[in-house]
Structure formats: structure tokens, C-alpha cells
């Protein structure tokens, strides 16, 4: 079962310097909502799953997250990344805790919450792209009623159903799709760079972790086991 964690105060740099921590996220009309402060990594795979983004202070709960797959390369601000939100959306987000990465049941729980978050805050995801799509108020009485400058009726009918069509499109994506890159080729060589040096160090970045410890004694008793019953 994949695990997750941050990589919180450890020393972690690529070869390029600093990585990505530091960088800034740009929102939806240039609106600046902060710089990422940590990500969130797949210990199995070193893949990044979210970055976690301390906002400054505009936000209450002070940090949130943004699904890797949801972030472009900034083209006005080098270095820099946007994500197609507005503060606003991100207040509807449930409130970040670390703590909830210590263990499978409660980021379970965290991330079908923040998943119903983006659905209730009207933002809609098209599968097979990273374009969000936001229902405009009228949506509820014609479904056909999307922002989207230049698309038409059929163009908007589309996106909404392919949204709604069942929940995991809806973003995050669920289950196994979050240990895929599908941020790559979007996003820069800072990242792309970070991101491989984060896959490189993964096992030395994982070496205190006691829940890798546990599944990795868990294997190997099991390799053992049918090394006795094959012989």
C-alpha cells in the first residue's frame, strides 16, 4: 500500500540548489497565493503527489494543498508555477494537517474530504487534461452554463459531464493514478529536476520511516515463507 509523507526539515536539495521549495503558486487572474513550503511524496515510487503551499497568512488555517497533477509552469513569473484556483476556492478546502499522514486510514479520510471540497466548491476536473472547469451560477438550472471563453454549448455540456460522470474525476485522482507523473513535460526543469532527485534519494529519505520498516520485515517474512514451502 502506497505511503505518504512530507519532507518537513530534512536537508533535501537537488542538484540544481533549492528545488522547488520556495517557489511560488500563482492563482487563477495572476492572484499570488503563496510559496510551497514542503510536498507531499509517495514513499514507494518518490513520486510527488501534492505540494503543500503556505499562504502567507491570507488563509486561516495558513497552508494548504495542490494536487502535483494540477500545476503548470508559470509563463509571466520564471521558476514560478500557477494553478487554476482563486483564493475563494481554496477557503472551501478542508484545514491541512501533517499529523494526518501518520496513517493510510486518516489521509484516507483527509483526501475523500479535500475530493468532495473541489466538488462542492464547483470546481470540476475533464478528464485526460488538467483544465478545471467551474460551473457559473446558473449551472444548477442550465448544465450547459460553464466559464470557458470561445467553447461552445456542446464543448461546455461535455466538460460537466465528463466531471460529474462518477467521483474519481474529480480531483485528486483516487487510488493508483496518484503514483503516475502526470505532471511531466508541464511544469519545468526545476521541477522535473527536484522530482528526480527526490525519486534518487528515496530510499535515504524513507530510512527512519516505521511504517516502510514494518511492510518491508512484512515482505521479506513472506519471501521466507514460500522459500520453505517451495523447497
Known sequence: ?????TLQNQGFLSEEGEGIRGAHIYGRNDKKLGKIDDVIFDHTSGNITY?????GGWLSTKRFVVPANQLNDSAKHDGDYVVD?????????????????????????????????WSEGGILHR???????TPSPEAGQRRSG???????????????EAAEATSDRVFPIGGNDL????????????W?????????RRKDLT??????????????????SLGRTGT
Open 192 to 200: 522535473e529536476n527536484f522530482q528526480e532527485s527526490l525519486r534518487q
Open 207 to 224: 530510512a527512519t520511516c516505521t511504517i516502510c520498516a514494518k511492510s518491508a520485515d512484512a515482505e521479506n517474512r513472506d519471501k521466507q
Open 1 to 5: 500500500m502506497a505511503h505518504y509523507s
Open 179 to 190: 503514483d503516475q507523473n502526470p505532471v511531466s513535460g508541464a511544469v519545468g526543469s526545476r
Open 51 to 55: 505540494v503543500v503551499v503556505d499562504t
Open 127 to 133: 478528464e485526460g487534461s488538467n483544465r478545471i472547469v
Open 146 to 160: 460553464i466559464v470557458g471563453v470561445g467553447e461552445s454549448e456542446q464543448d461546455q455540456e461535455a466538460d460537466v
Open 85 to 117: 484556483l482563486t483564493q475563494e476556492q481554496i477557503e472551501n478546502f478542508p484545514p491541512f494537517d501533517e499529523r494526518n499522514l501518520s496513517s493510510d486510514q486518516e489521509w484516507s479520510v483527509y483526501e475523500s474530504r479535500y475530493r468532495d471540497s
